[in-house]
Nanobody, 124 residues
Framework: QVQLVESGGGLVQAGGSLRLSCAAS????????MGWFRQAPGKERECVAA????????YYEDSVKGRFTISRDNAKNTVYLQMNSLIPEDTAVYYCAARNGNYYYTLSQQYVYWGQGTQVTVSS
């Protein structure tokens, strides 16, 4: 079992930055691929970024490329999402997710463990 706890969400003006953190506990963190998903009201949950177990392979959804950066610190059992140049369309609940595997994964059904989510609101 893996427990995931997100933090770092909040209210920010357009153009601002936030860094989300997801702390994992319960199993060997370095065995797990990690993903950041978001879900806005009335929309499906989408993967915005994903990272493999070592951090050597990453994925970004097109709308966040060049603005968001996913990273991980296996010594701290934590994955991060640095979000810069935020726009109102980034407003959503952000979730981190984990699964055992060697690569990165971009579909929600591919993940086994989920955090409780953290709200990000970007005002115009």
């Amino acid at each position: 079992q893996v427990q995931l706890v997100e933090s770092g969400g909040g209210l920010v003006q357009a153009g601002g930055s936030l860094r989300l953190s997801c702390a994992a506990s319960g199993r060997t963190f370095s065995n797990y691929a990690m993903g950041w998903f978001r879900q806005a009201p009335g929309k499906e949950r989408e993967c915005v970024a994903a990272i493999n177990w070592s951090g050597g392979n990453t994925y970004y959804e097109d709308s966040v490329k060049g603005r968001f950066t996913i990273s991980r610190d296996n010594a701290k059992n934590t994955v991060y999402l640095q979000m810069n140049s935020l726009i109102p369309e980034d407003t959503a609940v952000y979730y981190c997710a984990a699964r055992n595997g060697n690569y990165y994964y971009t579909l929600s059904q591919q993940y086994v463990y989920w955090g409780q989510g953290t709200q990000v609101t970007v005002s115009s």
